[in-house]
């Protein structure tokens, strides 16, 4: 399947097909996605890769869409399904869990970023300045002692492209108009709204890119509100990036690069890269901006699948910086054709570990997922090698080296390391056809990680993660990421709904408990006390 002109494989230009929304707003961000298709068919073209167009209403048609096209590279433009714009997070994970390079974000990043509330959760807790607000959740009111600073911006919290965003959005003082602007998304978006202070006046987009191993910050572009007048709020609200007739569409002009100081370049250049750290991005997002009148600045959001149309504020940061649409579409099925070489075992025929061990393939009538990893460097500097890293299912031969692990970490005390060899027996039992579903994770044929996950009895679609580790020399490498990616593509593959998973509240879990948020996953409850004295149970849950 390689082109033989650019040593890159063929690609699969993927993208939802467009409908009409169920929300207020959509129509216009729904068509747009066709642009999309059209540039990166022709930079396509233009780069000598060959490539195929499809499309898919919902994401329980992309299985049988992958089926139908080999192409061992997916160019990911979909941006939301008719009925569950949310679930466009999840094609990055099934794409790879069909063995395809996927460009763009990961499921764990754009699932993370399309949830506001989480995201800005994540950003504060990295340190990152984010405006202050709250969430009201459908049926709920904001008491007025919970008020964030007025004025207020009123948003949806996981809807995308200013969608839910009008100039009655913003709120300059609490009553009627509040009330009216919070019913007005749980009405229409069946969802909380989240009340986030309005600051600064000035907006700006910084688009980041990674090509191969090197991320770089684009020249930053600036939001200029022109003609607005004291009464008119300066937000890019839906009708400023979609319709074409109105005034705000005409009177936002983007000036890139922005006229700004030294200083404040410099910090949102600074920024930028740091929240595309704190989310975990891969090869290109788009951080937005308020800056204030005495130079502070303020993250939004950021949106890990921006529009990359022909007058989007990508494409102009691309121009901006000189690099061709075209080479940066190439350089993103490069960046997913490595993640899908690093992903395959060197042999499949089960080539030997550096322990001498040769793994087991896990063939079984269910689903089993196989996924890699790539070569990291230490803080240190120092290069630690991450080779052939497979995850497959738990066999009886793992058994020691995953009690090792589990127990040294150091969280569990020995009736808890007990309960974990219980399960884990129970697991090597029975098989694919048990409740327990466990996979061990291998870094170059070494037992580094081990996840055991399972359908909540008495419910339909709930999956448990009951147990995962990774060995103490193995943490930063993102092998428990990969681990929960796999797991979570597991129960997506048998219609899982909803992932749970449970810690401790006690301060030695507090970095467990952000990775989960990193992940993902939301706090849906704590029992105080549950565990011990002072050591209560966490639960988190992730909807698939």
Request: aromatic share 6%.
């Amino acid at each position: 399947m390689a082109n033989m002109r650019t040593n890159l494989p063929s690609v699969l230009l993927l993208s939802n097909r467009p409908g009409r929304p169920l929300a207020g707003d959509g129509l216009e961000s729904e068509a747009g996605v066709l642009d999309e298709v059209r540039a990166v068919a022709a930079a396509l073209e233009r780069a000598g890769l060959p490539c195929v167009c499809a499309d898919a209403a919902t994401l329980d048609e992309l299985p049988a869409v992958l089926s139908a096209h080999p192409e061992p590279v997916v160019f990911n433009l979909v941006e939301g399904f008719q009925r569950h714009s949310e679930q466009a997070a999840l094609v990055p994970a099934v794409c790879e869990a069909h063995g395809r390079g996927c460009t763009g974000n990961d499921a764990a990043c754009q699932a993370l970023a399309l949830d506001k509330w989480r995201a800005k959760a994540v950003l504060r807790a990295a340190g990152l300045p984010v405006p202050d607000d709250r969430l009201v959740p459908p049926g709920a009111r904001l008491a007025a002692r919970d008020m964030p600073r007025l004025p207020v911006i009123v948003k949806p919290v996981g809807a995308d492209a200013s969608e839910g965003i009008h100039a009655d959005s913003v709120v300059r003082r609490p009553g009627r108009a509040l009330a009216s602007a919070i019913a007005r998304v749980h009405r229409l978006f069946h969802q909380p709204a989240l009340i986030e202070s309005f600051v600064g006046e000035r907006e700006l987009n910084v688009s980041v890119l990674q090509r191969g191993r090197r991320v770089d910050v684009l020249p930053i572009a600036e939001i200029e509100f022109r003609d607005f007048g004291a009464a008119r709020p300066r937000i890019v609200d839906y009708a400023a990036k979609w319709n074409t007739a109105s005034f705000e569409y005409r009177n936002t002009v983007r000036v890139i690069p922005a006229r700004l100081s030294a200083r404040v370049t410099a910090e949102a250049r600074r920024l930028a890269r740091a929240a595309w750290d704190a989310l975990g991005c891969r090869d290109y997002a788009r951080v937005d901006f308020r800056l204030a009148a005495d130079g502070k600045l303020f993250i939004l959001e950021v949106n890990p699948n921006p529009d990359i149309g022909p007058e989007s504020g990508f494409t102009a940061a691309l121009r901006a910086a000189h690099i061709s649409f075209a080479a940066f579409v190439r350089g993103q099925v490069a960046n997913a054709a490595a993640r899908r070489a690093a992903a395959l075992p060197e042999s499949r025929g089960g080539k030997r570990g550096r322990d001498g061990a040769r793994p087991s393939s896990g063939e079984s009538a269910r689903p089993v997922f196989v996924t890699g990893g790539t070569t990291s460097v230490s803080a240190a500097g120092g290069s630690r090698e991450t080779r052939e890293l497979t995850i497959r299912r738990t066999n009886v031969g793992d058994r020691g080296a995953i009690l090792t692990i589990v127990e040294a970490t150091g969280f569990f005390r020995p009736d808890e390391i007990q309960i974990a060899a219980e399960v884990l027996d129970e697991a090597i039992k029975g098989g694919d056809s048990g409740h327990y579903q466990s996979f061990t994770l291998l870094n170059g044929g070494r037992t580094a990680g081990w996840i055991c996950w399972g359908l909540t009895p008495c419910t339909i679609g709930t999956y448990d993660i009951y147990w995962i580790a990774v060995a103490p020399d193995c943490h930063g490498r993102g092998f428990g990421r990969r681990l929960i990616e796999h797991a979570e593509a597991g129960m997506l593959a048998l219609r899982g709904r909803i992932a749970v998973l449970e810690t401790s509240g006690r301060a030695q879990y507090e970095s467990t408990r952000g990775f989960y948020l990193k992940l993902g996953y939301s706090e849906a409850a704590r029992l105080r006390e549950f565990y011990d004295v002072a050591d209560d149970k966490v639960v988190y849950l992730k909807k698939l």
